[in-house]
Structure formats: C-alpha cells, structure tokens
C-alpha cells in the first residue's frame, strides 16, 4: 500500500503526485489519500479516466480529515460482440425479474429459469454488477438477488454441484464450516419452538443454556466472515468482480448486529418478562434462520463457484495461508490440526 498525505500540498501538486503514484501501483496494489477534506472530484476524474479499472473505499469520512483507500484492478480483457450481446441479454432477464408485477412474476421466473441453468456464475455476478454501475441500488439488487436465488433453488446451474475439490482447499473448509453454521441454525429454530412452548424462564432453564450455547457459537463465526472478507474478497475485487462482494459484506455486518443482539438476550434473560423476552428472541431468531441460510445457499451456489473460476489456481494457496493466519472458529480444516500439533 502506499501512502499519500494531501493536506500539506498545493492543487496542482496534489494532482501530479496523485496521479505518479497511481502509475507505480500494480494490479492489485491500494494507494491510501489523506485529505483535509472530501476528495470527491477525484473520483470523478478516476471514473473518467480509468473507467471500472479502480474500487473506491472510504476509510474515514471527515469531518477533519477523509481518508480514501483506492485499489488498481486487473483491466478485463473487452468482450467480443457476442460476449456482450449475452450479457445484455442476461441483464435483461434480471431486470425483468426485477420488475415484474406480482402476477406476471410465475412466468418471468419460468423463463428465467431455463437460462440461469446454463449461465456461468461468474457471468451472472457481472451482469448484477453492471446493472449496479447502471444505477440499480444494492438494496433493489439484494431483492432482485433473492427473487433469482428462489429461481435458482428450483433449478440450479449444474455447473455449481461440480466443484469438487481436496478438503484443504479454502472453498472446501468455507463450504464445511457452512454445514456446522447451517447445523446450529437448524439447532436455533427449533430452540424457538421449545422456548415458545416451555411459557416460563422456570421451565425454560435448559432451553436458555442452548440459547446461551448457540449464541456463543454464532459470535464465533464471525472468524468464517473475516476470512471470506480479508482473503476471499480482495483477490475477487482485483479481478473486477467488486460489487458482490460489496453486497456480501452488508450481509455480515447486518448478521453480526443480529449475533450480538441474540448473545445480550441470552445474557440478560431475567431482567424482562418471559413474554417480552420471548418477543425479542424470536425475531432476531427468525431474521437468523431465514437470512444467513440464504446467504450461505448463495455462497455455495454462486460466490464461491465464481470465485473458483475467477482466481487463478496459483492464487489459492495464497487465501488459504491467510485463512490459517486469520483462524478457524468452530471447526478447523484437518491438515491444519495436524500441522499444528507436529509443531507443538
Ligand atoms: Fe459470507
Ligand atoms: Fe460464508
């Protein structure tokens, strides 16, 4: 990463240094600008210059000071006019699904069905992307994301059930430590259900130790969250593929408001009645169970398939020596395990 601190510059100077250092940056590398205040007209003039080949990230936004981190991405190699006319015509399907009135929605989603089996996950994950460059908020994208993730559950790209790869290997560790998370959301539904029924904290006792046990667990995963974000992301954003990650990311910071809320309920059950308290718990539960299993379904089905066509194989060691660096939560792979007692 290199540095570049503004406030003691001039305009003009301000400009040429920004712009030098931005030539020396590889693929992949991140310039960092300190600024006394907001450096919006330089975004501008990235966008004109550099069209998508960058991905802007406030760090701090004022009010005395604005610190950008701005990452050179791996320009893509241009479309064939058959290769844009597919994704326009990918995009189109998606908008359709997009707008589509209640009543129509059966018959678009029909038709798209047919065409999400055959697409590639990574060519889905563009046309999403261009649509947000287009100006589709990602609030409307993670509806329309969950209209075409019901589609996809109905019929899913072969292409994802494929993958098959070693246990070591990064997708592998996500995708089993997604079968224990899925285990103990299972575990959590069902805990409602008992903790509805049992109608007192005295009849509840065990119940609540679970609740206690469970919100342990899930506070825990946020180490599966870090390691998707700090390992994952970053190479799939140097391959241009920023948005979806973008949207991933909001997913975790809204689960892990949720997790904390769910771990101070636990805690602090005797405080409020057995009815308030079960009218806290429960939607904080539904909102768990319902979303971070669709997360995960949209993990394994699409992220993670794109991902493993995105990254170049070379690269994968690299995101699993940073997975073992982050840590593992509540499983960890077993060539790890091993490794570290060899060397203890
Ligand atoms: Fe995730
Ligand atoms: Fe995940």
């Known amino acids: 990463m290199k540095e570049l601190n503004l406030k003691p510059l001039g305009m003009e100077e301000r400009h040429n240094k920004i712009f030098a250092a931005w030539k020396e940056l590889g693929e992949g590398d991140v310039l960092r600008i300190i600024n006394d205040h907001d450096p919006k007209p330089l975004r501008y003039m990235f966008q004109a210059e550099f069209n998508d080949a960058f991905a802007w990230e406030y760090k701090q936004q004022g009010p005395a000071q604005w610190i950008v981190e701005i990452k050179k991405l791996k320009r893509e190699a241009p479309l064939t006019p058959e290769q844009k006319a597919k994704r326009e015509e990918l995009k189109q399907i998606l908008k359709k699904l997009h707008e589509a009135r209640p009543e129509e929605l059966d018959k678009v989603k029909k038709g798209a069905e047919r065409y999400f089996r055959e697409v590639a996950p990574k060519e889905l994950a563009m046309a999403e992307q261009e649509l947000i460059q287009e100006g589709t908020t990602r609030t ?17 790209g072969a292409k994802a059930r494929r993958l098959r790869l070693p246990a070591s290997h990064p997708i592998s560790i996500c995708k089993d430590e997604h079968k224990i998370i899925k285990r103990n959301l299972r575990r959590l539904k069902a805990l409602l259900g008992k903790l509805k029924s049992a109608g007192s904290f005295e009849k ?66 005797g405080k409020k009645s057995f009815k308030e308290f079960l009218d806290t718990v429960g939607p ?18 699409i992220l993670y398939p794109m991902a493993y066509e995105t990254l170049e194989k070379s690269e994968w060691a690299g995101v699993r020596k940073k997975f073992d660096a982050i840590g593992y939560c509540c499983f960890a792979p077993a060539d790890f395990v091993k490794e570290k007692k060899r060397r203890h």
């Open 140 to 156: 409307e994208m993670k509806r329309l994301c969950d209209v075409h993730l019901e589609v996809m559950k109905s019929g899913l």
């Open 204 to 269: 509840a006792k065990k119940q609540i130790d679970t609740l206690k046990e469970l919100s342990h667990f899930f506070l825990e995963t946020e180490k599966h969250h870090e390691r998707e974000e700090k390992a994952l992301f970053p190479r799939l954003e140097a391959h241009g593929v920023v948005e979806p990650p973008q949207i991933f990311k909001e997913d975790h910071v809204e689960f892990m408001a949720k997790k904390k809320v769910l771990s101070e309920i636990a805690m602090a059950q």
């Open 284 to 301: 904080v539960i539904e909102f768990l169970t319902q979303n971070l299993k669709d997360h995960i379904y949209k993990e394994d089905n």
